[in-house]
C-alpha cells in the first residue's frame, strides 16, 4: 500500500507541477536557448487553461480514493499531455523554419482543427480524463460525508461544472484562431505557388534570349554573305537582283523571329517578376500579421490583396494597362475591411 501511496504521491507533484506553472510559462519555449528565438503556442492557450482547471480539483486523497485500474488509467492518459508540455518549453526555435511549421505538432496536440488532420490527442482524451476526476472527487467525498452531505457533493459538483462552462468563450477563441493559422497557412501555400511561377517564367526568358541572340547573329551573318555575294561574286545584273531579293526576304524572316524572340523574353521577365513581387509580400505575410493588431491587419490584407489582384508595373512592357481603374476584387475587399460587421 505504501508503494502505492508513494507512486500517487509522486504523480501528484507532476500535477502541481504544472498547477504551479504560470500559462505564459507552459506556451512558451521559456527552458530553451532563447538567444535563439521565442515559441508562444498563443493558440493552445484555452486548452491549458482548462487542463488546469481539471487538475485544481486533485488532491493526495482524491487519488487514494481511485481504485488502482482507474488510477492507472488517470495517469496513462495525462502523462502524455505532461511530456508535451515539456516538449514545448524545451523547443529551440529554428531559423530555418516558419513559428507556424515548428508548432504545427504540438497545436494539432491539443486542438481540433476543422480538417480532423493530426494527433487532436487532448480534444480526444479530455472527456475521459474529466470523468475519472469527478469519479475521484465523488468517491473521497462518499468516503468523508454521510447521505445528509449529499447536498453539499451537489453543490461541489455544480461549481465544477459552472467552470467547465465558463471556458466555451475561450474554445471559442480558440476555433477562431484555428481559422486564422489556416488561412496563413494557404498564404504559404500561395506564396510557394508564386515562387515557381517566377522560376518558371525565369527559365523560359533566358531561353527567348538565348534564341534572340542566335538568331541576330545569324541574320547579321547572312547580311554580310548576300553583300559579298551580290558585290564580288555574281556579275550578272538580272542574278544579283534575284539574289538580292531573296536575301531580303530571308533576313526581314529571320529579323521577324529577333523581334518575336525578343517580345516573348521581355514578356516572361514581365511575369517573373510580378509573380516573384506576388511570392515575397506573402511570403513576409504571417510575419507582419502575427503582430498587427485588428486595424492593422485590415491593411496588410488590402495591400497583399493589391499586390496579388492589381497591375503590376516591371519595366519590361512598353505598354502597360490603365491603373486607374477600379479592380472589382479590391473594392470587394476594402468594403469588408471597412465593414467587418453585417446587420
Not at 495591400?303 to 489582384?309: D, L, P, R, V
Request: hydrophobic fraction near 40%; charge should be negative; glycine fraction near 4%.
Amino acid at each position: 500500500m505504501s508503494k502505492e501511496l508513494s507512486k500517487r504521491e509522486l504523480f501528484l507533484e507532476r500535477v502541481n507541477n504544472v498547477l504551479e506553472t504560470p500559462v505564459e510559462d507552459l506556451i512558451s519555449n521559456s527552458k530553451a536557448n532563447q538567444d535563439r528565438g521565442v515559441l508562444i503556442y498563443n493558440e493552445i492557450r484555452s486548452q491549458i487553461k482548462e487542463l488546469k482547471n481539471y487538475l485544481g480539483q486533485l488532491d493526495i486523497t482524491k487519488l487514494q480514493a481511485l481504485p488502482d485500474f482507474r488510477f492507472e488509467l488517470l495517469e496513462t492518459k495525462l502523462i502524455p499531455i505532461f511530456s508535451e508540455l515539456d516538449r514545448i518549453r524545451h523547443t529551440e526555435k529554428d531559423p530555418n523554419q516558419t513559428d507556424r511549421q515548428q508548432k504545427l505538432n504540438s497545436i494539432q496536440f491539443f486542438t481540433l482543427p476543422e480538417s480532423n488532420r493530426g494527433n487532436n490527442y487532448y480534444e480526444k482524451e479530455k472527456e475521459t480524463i474529466w470523468k475519472i476526476i469527478v469519479e475521484a472527487i465523488t468517491l473521497d467525498n462518499k468516503r468523508l460525508h454521510t447521505d445528509t452531505d449529499s447536498n453539499r457533493l451537489k453543490d461541489e459538483l455544480s461549481q465544477i461544472v459552472l467552470k467547465a462552462k465558463q471556458t466555451e468563450n475561450e474554445i471559442e477563441n480558440i476555433l477562431n484562431s484555428a481559422k486564422t493559422e489556416l488561412s496563413k497557412g494557404g498564404v504559404t501555400v500561395h506564396a510557394d505557388i508564386f515562387g515557381n511561377q517566377a522560376g518558371t517564367h525565369s527559365e523560359l526568358a533566358k531561353k527567348w534570349r538565348v534564341g534572340a541572340i542566335w538568331l541576330l547573329l545569324v541574320n547579321v551573318i547572312l547580311v554580310i554573305s548576300i553583300l559579298m555575294l551580290v558585290t564580288f561574286f555574281l556579275e550578272d545584273q538580272s542574278v544579283r537582283i534575284e539574289v538580292g531579293i531573296f536575301g531580303a526576304v530571308l533576313v526581314s524572316l529571320v529579323s521577324y523571329g529577333v523581334v518575336l524572340c525578343a517580345k516573348n523574353f521581355f514578356a516572361e521577365k514581365h511575369n517573373q517578376n510580378v509573380n516573384q513581387h506576388r511570392a515575397n509580400c506573402l511570403g513576409t505575410y504571417n510575419t507582419f500579421i502575427d503582430s498587427a493588431d485588428e486595424e492593422r491587419k485590415a491593411a496588410i490584407l488590402l495591400h497583399a490583396t493589391n499586390t496579388i489582384f492589381s497591375h503590376q508595373r516591371s519595366g519590361y512592357l512598353t505598354r502597360d494597362t490603365d491603373t486607374n481603374n477600379p479592380n472589382p476584387v479590391l473594392e470587394i475587399v476594402r468594403n469588408v475591411v471597412s465593414n467587418p460587421k453585417v446587420e
